[in-house]
């Protein structure tokens, strides 16, 4: 069974930045697509930016210019560089992961808090 560990997460003030991280139980190579969502209170989980396997990226509109996805194969890990960030940007952020073997796998999500 695939694991996947968010950390990185934390309060800022607008305008700053952090970098989260998931980091996965099994080579991340394996996964065709890897992805984060969002989801803050009392409102759908929403996905943020996503990366194939031959790291083609893509974002939702409202982060792109702002965040920036990767992922380093030799660490098991994908990132989410996340600059600027804006109070609407608040939320627990969740790693997704989806392999033909595996199927689908989600970490445990990371609180995202954005104030003065």
């Known amino acids: 069974q695939v694991q996947l560990v968010e950390s990185g997460g934390g309060g800022v003030q607008p305008g700053g930045s952090l970098r989260l991280s998931c980091t996965a139980s099994v080579n991340i190579g394996s996964f065709y697509d890897m992805a984060w969502y969002r989801q803050a209170p009392g409102k759908q989980r929403d996905l943020v930016a996503h990366?194939?396997?031959?790291?083609?990226?893509e974002y939702r509109d409202s982060v792109k210019g702002r965040f920036t996805i990767s992922k380093d194969i030799a660490k098991n890990t994908m990132y989410l560089q996340m600059n600027n960030l804006k109070p609407e940007d608040a939320a627990v952020y969740y790693c997704f992961a989806k392999s033909l073997r595996s199927g689908s796998s989600w970490g445990q999500g990371t609180q995202v808090t954005v104030s003065p």
């Open positions: 990366i194939s396997d031959d790291a083609f990226a």
